[in-house]
């Protein structure tokens, strides 16, 4: 058995989508999941079955539902399809890149990282795991360009790619 979609236009956009939007913000979060995708509600045994699957009563999101969600995330600024240009996968927003940026400036500031050329891959995976463990480069870069455009960030060229030196300084 499939969840299926409530009839009444008046109540299903509204509501329904809003459920599942906090539902699925809230969990990825929990998780530290940034990507979901259409394939999830396809395949039994992913990272995101307790949310799309009830086995117990079997029941479960079919993917054309989170297709359709998905598409409510993107129109509601909480996901990015990625990569661009399809929508069979999103990046989910649970921090925006605002709030990224400042967690990224926060971790600079007291890991003592200010005015030293970090990689993305420094950043991304520290020897001592931090909040931005694990983040996505794409997600990474947004947070950057933001703290580029306040004065407080300076993208670099690195032998291994790119790097960021971040500065003190208010938002």
């Known amino acids: 058995m499939e969840f299926t979609t409530h009839t ?5 956009p509204h509501v329904f989508t809003d459920h599942w939007t906090k539902l699925i913000l809230t969990y990825a979060r929990h998780r530290r999941l940034f990507t979901l995708r259409v394939e999830d509600a396809e395949v039994a045994g992913g990272e995101w079955d307790e949310v799309l699957r009830n086995e117990r009563i079997n029941r479960r999101v079919p993917p054309s539902y989170l297709s359709s969600l998905i598409a409510a995330l993107v129109s509601k600024n ?12 999103v990046l989910l927003l649970w921090r925006l890149p605002e709030e990224w940026a400042e967690v990224l400036h926060s971790w600079a ?8 050329i970090l990689t993305f891959y420094e950043i991304t995976n520290p020897p001592i795991p931090s909040p ?9 870069r947004r947070a950057i360009t933001i703290l ?9 060229g690195v032998a291994d790619g790119e790097g ?8």
């Open 164 to 171: 960021v030196r971040l500065f003190a300084g208010a938002k």
């Open 8 to 12: 009444t236009p008046s109540f299903y």
């Open 148 to 156: 580029t455009r306040s004065g407080r960030a300076q993208i670099i």
């Open 78 to 89: 909480v996901a990015i399809y990625e990569p661009a240009k399809q929508t069979r996968s």
């Open 109 to 116: 500031t007291t890991s003592g990282q200010l005015n030293t």
């Open 132 to 140: 931005l463990s694990g983040l996505p480069i794409s997600l990474l």
